[in-house]
């Protein structure tokens, strides 16, 4: 997966994320294999590519 699929992706932010600038995690969930996940204050920056079995580990652990 390139910049340009990611960049033209829709990102959907946490529900948990703050209006006011908090801690805010947006995911791209139109990825078939992967979950990409990033910092939605820092869009242009690193994402961080999950398989959907670690996405659903690590929200499973959250919860």
Not at 1 to 9: I, P, T, Y
Not at 19 to 32: D, Q, R, W
């Amino acid at each position: 997966m390139d910049r340009h699929e990611l960049g033209a992706a829709t990102w959907i932010k946490s529900s948990y994320s703050g209006e006011n600038g908090g801690n805010c995690v947006e995911i791209a969930p139109a990825f078939p294999a992967v979950v990409p996940v990033r910092d939605s204050k820092v869009s242009e920056g690193p994402v961080l590519m999950l398989t959907r079995s670690a996405w659903s580990a690590f929200t499973a652990a959250l919860r």
